[in-house]
RNA sequence: UGGGCUAUCGCCAAAUGGUAAGGCACUGGAUUCUGAUUCCAGCAGUUCAAGGUUCGAAUCCUUGUAGCCCAGCCA
């Protein structure tokens, strides 16, 4: 009794410990709304529509959206558009998808920065106004030389001075097109001599006659992402911008643009670590180049941790949350093994998931005993651990396929499969026991003879002996067919992702294996893409949607099942 | 060599001056019609280092060290 009350009472103490044990964002939003600085948490995911997302933009859009729903708040997808020459409409698209795939609720708040264009055009006119900006004439090379470098500091442009007037006068035309691409840009007016580089009058609008994805023509000055981004979440009431680390050496300026146009409840910009993925290509110069060297079949490859990559290779939603959820978030640069991935999959799949028979490389079973030519339905949970998915029916007779690497003539010790005079069970079957073989030439293993004991028969109560190993079979007359992909890490794991002298990628040659052999039980049949089952005892696999075919399911396997098996010298 | 940031187990990561949570991985062992799952046990004599303050330091101070980011009219 005390001991229960005494577990009881710790376990309310875990309960509470958790719900103080808060990352550093909410912490600081804690204090926000204690302090009255905060009545509605609103954040948002702002993503440049110039690319595919990949697991990084994972944690992002779960990180702000989590947030938002946790505080009662409102999340944002917002598409950080302001330049033209990487941006598609095609990349806007893949980008809902995705988000919404991976649970980033954004309801009906999706908005563009570039919808802000005249608010932001508008701005930059007070800033002018109050002395705060200027129009420059040096050019892109000029600039960086006026710059200064770390440790120099940078000089006044010639232009710094010019009146309001005609920074007024200069900026319009800008607006109107009087003036070449790149011959003049506004600045803001900060400090030349600062520490840090990018209060050193920082551009904020270039000259670019440039066709917007949603704008058009109508503008050929640009607003820069350092001006444009706080106004976008001050525009949206967003009050805390959460972004990269990287940011960092920004956020005086996002501060000096909120500060400077006045903007009441200014958002406030917080960083944290990106999410690295140890021995994975995130880098999209580099998948880039996958994919055109044939490498990989596309952005979403399997091997790939693209947000598609990882949906098309069968991770789920769920899966992708709980491994954020299991990696925190913090300031600290750091990288997750793979291996907490595959354990949340697998975690997510366990119960959900039919489990059946596949026999990846088969090799023939003969049961001598057996009647020529009968055929017998046997019963099997589909998923033993959860009852309520049910029963099914799997035809079982004299000629079956079993795993080749389940059967061996001269096994080492602890070898728990088939081998000569050996029993086994066969999953949800009989007992077998191995009476004889037949090779080819070269000593390959062509067919297996066993007996069987019609006494074994899985859940008859049979409890004569015991047998210490289980394998798994298909019915050689029924056995659907089928390619199952293995994967391996793309790189190898050895030597890390970067060669260092020529920054090429250390690929692992044997990143995947086809079998396309592979015999599955008929329970498989009509399964549609996206599908996923657990093979038994070789893991979890998902029907592949673009390689499959109304002939051939193919499938890719999402993660092998743990194994402390350990094949030992004899 | 200017500025910004970071450092707690193999990998993530808590701890907010009160005596190092948790997860992944790993290692035993039990149960098992999946060598899976489940269960149980183990896994930081000390928090980058060295000094200091304190009854008490991962937390405060000092001095170092290491790593990451910044010199786009990219985001």
Redesign the pocket.
């Known amino acids: 009794m005390d001991e229960k009350l005494e577990a009881l009472s710790e376990n309310v103490e ?1 309960a509470e ?2 719900a ?5 964002i909410e ?1 600081i939003i804690d204090r926000d709304i204690a302090e009255g600085r905060c009545r509605q948490v609103v954040t948002r995911f ?3 529509p ?1 690319g595919y997302l990949h697991i990084g933009h994972a944690k992002s859009i779960l990180l702000n959206c989590g947030l938002a729903k946790k505080y009662g708040g409102k999340f944002n997808l917002r598409f ?4 033209p ?2 941006e598609k409409t095609e990349f806007v698209e893949s980008i809902i998808e995705d988000v919404k795939w991976i649970g980033g609720d954004f309801e009906d708040r999706l908005f563009f ?1 570039s919808n802000y264009f005249g608010e932001m055009y508008e701005g930059a006119l007070r800033l002018i106004r109050k002395g705060k900006a200027y129009v ?5 090379d ?3 030389e006026y ?6 500091p940078g000089k006044n442009s010639p232009y710094r001075e010019r009146s309001v007037e005609e920074n007024l006068d200069l900026f319009e035309r800008m607006k109107n097109g009087e003036f070449p ?5 506004l600045r803001a007016k900060i400090d030349m001599a ?5 209060m050193r009058d ?2 904020i609008y ?3 006659r440039l066709t917007h994805h949603n704008t058009g023509d109508q503008w050929c000055i ?5 001006y ?2 706080p106004i976008e979440d001050a525009i949206e009431g967003v009050t805390h911008s959460i972004c990269t ?7 005086p300026l996002y501060d000096w643009v909120v500060r400077e146009l006045e903007y009441e409840n200014p958002p406030k910009q917080i ?1 944290f ?1 990106k999410q ?1 993925l ?1 021995n994975v290509v995130t880098g999209k110069r580099y998948i880039k180049k996958l994919v055109e060297q044939g490498v990989v079949d596309g952005w979403d490859d399997p091997r790939l941790v693209t947000i598609s990559a990882l949906r098309r290779r069968g991770f789920t939603p769920e899966s992708i949350r709980m491994f954020m959820e ?12 793979y ?2 991935l ?2 949340c999959i ?2 997510d799949l ?2 959900k998931r039919p ?1 059946i028979m596949a026999v990846l490389d088969p090799v023939k079973l003969v049961i001598t005993n057996y009647p020529e030519g009968k055929v017998e339905y046997l019963t099997a949970q589909n ?3 959860n009852k309520e998915m049910g029963t099914r029916l799997i035809p079982f007779s004299r000629e079956l396929y079993i795993e080749r690497e389940d059967f061996m003539i001269d ?1 080492p010790k ?4 088939l081998y000569p005079g050996n029993e086994v ?6 007992f077998v026991k191995c009476t004889d073989y037949v090779t080819d030439e070269q000593g390959n293993v062509t067919e297996i003879r066993c007996t069987y004991d019609p006494e ?5 109560g ?1 409890s004569g002996r ?7 079979w298909v019915s050689a007359l029924h056995a659907v067919q089928v390619t199952a992909r293995l994967y391996e890490n793309l790189i190898d794991e050895e030597k890390g992702v970067y060669n260092e002298e020529d920054g090429s990628m250390n690929l692992n040659p044997n990143s995947v294996t086809v079998c396309d052999r592979c015999c599955v039980e008929p329970a498989v049949q009509g399964a549609k893409p996206y599908a996923s089952f ?5 893991g979890f696999f998902c029907v592949d949607y673009k390689d499959t075919t109304d002939e051939r399911l193919v499938f890719n396997r999402i993660a092998s ?7 030992e010298a004899k």
Request: proline share 6%; charged share 30%.
């Open positions: 875990n410990k958790e103080v044990s808060k990352n550093f912490q702002p993503p440049e110039n950080d558009d302001t330049n020459t990487k920065a420059c004439d040096l050019s892109a000029e600039i960086r710059r200064g470098t770390l440790t120099e691409d790149g011959s003049k840009v600062s520490p840090n580089i990018n920082p551009v270039r000259v670019a640009y607003p820069m992402y350092d444009a981004h680390l990287e940011f960092e050496d920004h956020r960083e670590a690295y140890t299991l990696c925190g978030v913090s300031k600290a640069n750091s990288s997750a093994d291996a907490m595959e354990y697998r975690e366990k119960l489990r998923n033993p651990e096994p602890k070898y728990f499969r069970r066969l999953m949800n079957a009989y074994t028969k899985s859940d008859s049979f015991k047998v210490k190993g289980t394998i798994h657990q093979f038994l005892r070789n099942l743990k194994s402390s098996y350990k094949p």
